[in-house]
Structures are given as C-alpha cells and as structure tokens.
C-alpha cells in the first residue's frame, strides 16, 4: 500500500504587486491567475511516469486499485489528472479505442468545494488555527527576532512593490510572484539585485517554517490527513484499494512534514511529493512503514526519512514493496499511531471554534425532530380513531329488507 501526497506543478502568480510590470493578463498570463502553466504539466506527467516506473513490480494494471482525492483548486486537480495519465496508461482490456484510448484513460477525482476543505486545503475557515497564526506571528519571540533582521529589506520591498502594511506573509507572496517571474525568463525589476531576491527567498523559507512549527496548528491542518491515511491502513485487509494518491498545496506539504518532524525547513517546490510505503517484513510478515520526500522531481532520487521517533534498524532484507536502499528506517504501525495520535481531531469543526458554521447544525436537527414528532402525532392519532371506531360499533346501520 502506497500514499502519494503531493503539490501541484508550476503555475501562474495568485496575486502580482501593485508596481508589478508584467500586469497585462492576456499578453503575459494568458493561462489566467493562479493556473497550471505548460512547465507544470510537463512536470506532472512526468512525476506519473517515474511513480510507474517506481512502482512497477507492486502496482497492476487496473486503475481500480487507486484512489484519489483533490484540492478543489484547478491547478490540483489538472496536475492529478496529468500524474495519473504518466502513472497508469491503459494496459490491456484497459485500452479503450485505438487513438486516445491507447495512451489514456479515465479516473475518479474526489474533491470538495475549496473552501470547505479541512483535509487538503490548509486555508481553509479555521477560527482557531487563524488566532494561533496570528499570536505566533505577533508574539512569537522567534518570529519576532527574524522580522527585526529583516526590517529594512522588508521597508524596501514596500517601498518598491506600492504593497502597504508589509510583513513576513506579504514579502513570501511578492518572491512567489518573483520567482515564477523568473522561471518564465521575464526580466525582474531593477530593485531586485541578488542579495534582494535572496533575502525574499530566505523570508520564504522561514514562513513556511513558522507557520507550520505548532502542533495545534498541525492538528487543525494535516490531522484530518493523517487521520484518512491510517482509516485507509486499518481497512486493508478488506479494501482492493493499494494507491492512494492526494493533490494540495506546498503549504499542506510543509505542515504534514512538520508533523512527522521532517521538514528540511524549505519551501515545498512546484510538484514536491511525499511517499508513505507500508512494506511487510518477509519473516514475520509484520507491516512497518517507509517515508519518502521528493522535492526536486527532475532528479527523481526522493530522500529516505527517518519519520519521527520510530526505531531505525538496517532494512536490507525486506524489499516490498520497493526495493530497500543501504539503510532504511522502519517505522511499525503501533509506533506511527502512537507518534501522531495528539494530531488526530476528535471534531474538527468544534476544535477549530466555528461556531458560526456549528449554528446551522442544531437548527437542521431541530426541523428533523420537529419532523419526526409531529408525522408519529398524526400517525398515533390516525390510530387511535380508528381503533375507537372499531371498539364501538358502526354509527349506522342499513335498513331492514321487508
């Protein structure tokens, strides 16, 4: 069993600054705001083909036996598409005419609206989360020291940008739009020198590192994850189900990660992937766990972790189902649920303090009730008429035939 957990491929800036030169949509972001670019998909497809070649001995040719959940964002659910494309081409009784059908076939996507997203969409309304963010950023004597070393580099960014109220968030969003900037060959502005754009790029970095080092904040944002990976472990035994594949965002990555207490504290790229392998040791056939992170997709040589606390034992004699490199860390299934238990949410909803979402619920519960009350009122009454009706009698009779 294998869960693939990965960020999209490139895209197109969210949001430029005000002073950005390249403001004309259709004559340089044609693709539209926020959308998988042409590099993306490439880089997805490609992803797919290696996750194939990855995989190989362990996957078989039916895209039954995956599973796939996205982001509500088009850029997720596109770069899905394209990695399952690479993944899983038609084999077989699979191939369904002789053009497309040769190359490509169709999958289920589950998804839910965006914003309702508590699994994969790590913005997602979250009352509590947003206080605590709000405190580490405000109060956090580690934050506040960064952003004091950074004063006037984030004074001179405002001051270049025409962005008022600029802070550590703000100053990620601009090198975000920077470096994608950057990666179309657009000539940066002449503000933005090498120690400029490094300097944005290493406040990047320590975002994506403060706003995922709490363990409430983990809870509220990769607990549901977690929780839905271990639901999927546990049914095993009566699921054909042995892919498991999530597409989200590169703040999901990081704070998943930072969960298992191996971020490398650097932003997730564009299509950076984690691997979850549950593997069987070949003597005892007990099932342990295997963590991956790919987060340069060309080089395609994911780094091994050590994923969390679990015991580290050489892993050369079981391979399944890939083959183990020099050194593993095997992680059992006991230790991985113990490990991550306190990030796992009895009620999301409740913990997180929406309270304005929770006032729908009692409401809802009081129509059914009423519902239900008043259909056994008329049902019991319905009864009762006529069982009294029948106790005494008919209240007429016909007349006598003379």
């Not at 960020?7 to 998988?36: E, N, S």
């Not at 363990?215 to 944002?221: A, H, K, N, T």
């Not at 009350?373 to 069982?387: D, K, P, Q």
């Amino acid at each position: 069993m294998v869960f693939i957990i990965h960020r999209h491929g490139d895209r197109t800036p969210i949001q430029l600054y005000p002073k950005d030169p390249y403001q004309d949509q259709i004559k340089f972001w044609p693709d539209g705001w926020a959308q998988l670019t042409l590099n993306g998909k490439k880089r997805m497809f490609q992803l797919g083909k290696y996750l194939s070649r990855r995989y190989e001995n362990f996957l078989g040719k039916s895209p039954r036996e995956v599973h796939v959940r996205s982001s509500g964002s088009d850029r997720c659910l596109e770069s899905v598409s394209l990695l399952l494309a690479g993944l899983y081409p038609p084999k077989g009784r699979w191939k369904w005419n002789d053009n497309l059908g040769n190359n490509w076939q169709p999958f289920p996507i589950q998804t839910v609206p965006h914003e309702d997203d508590a699994m994969l969409n790590p913005e997602s309304h979250c009352e509590k989360a947003k206080k605590i963010l709000n405190l580490i950023y405000n109060s956090s004597e580690q934050v506040t020291n960064y952003r004091k070393s950074m004063e006037s580099t984030i004074e001179y960014v405002q001051d270049n940008t025409g962005s008022t109220n600029m802070d550590l968030i703000r100053a990620e969003q601009i090198f975000d739009v920077l470096f994608i900037e950057k990666s179309f060959n657009y000539k940066l502005p002449a503000w933005v020198d090498e120690n400029v754009y490094a300097k944005l790029e290493d406040i990047s970095a320590k975002t994506f590192l403060f706003s995922s080092m709490n363990r409430e904040i983990q809870r509220f944002r990769t607990g549901l994850l977690l929780s839905d990976i271990l639901r999927h472990i546990e049914e095993r035994h009566r699921s054909d189900k042995r892919l498991f594949i999530y597409s989200s965002h590169d703040t999901q990555i990081s704070v998943l990660l930072s969960a298992l207490k191996e971020f490398n504290n650097l932003a997730p790229p564009f299509g950076a992937t984690v691997l979850l392998e549950l593997h069987q040791e070949l003597e005892d056939r007990s099932p342990f766990l295997k963590l991956f992170y790919l987060n340069v997709t060309e080089s395609e040589r994911p780094f091994e972790l050590s994923l969390n606390d679990c015991k580290r034992f050489d892993a050369a004699e079981s391979v399944q189902p890939v083959q183990a490199q020099n050194q593993s860390n095997h992680c059992t299934l006991e230790r991985f649920h113990r490990s991550i238990k306190d990030l796992i949410p009895k009620d999301w909803q409740v913990e997180c303090e929406n309270f304005d979402r929770l006032d729908d619920e009692p409401v809802s519960i009081f129509v059914l009730m009423a519902t239900i009350i008043l259909t056994l009122i008329v049902m019991f009454s319905f009864i009762y008429f006529w069982l009294t009706a029948n106790r005494h009698g008919s209240s007429y009779r016909l007349l006598p035939i003379n």
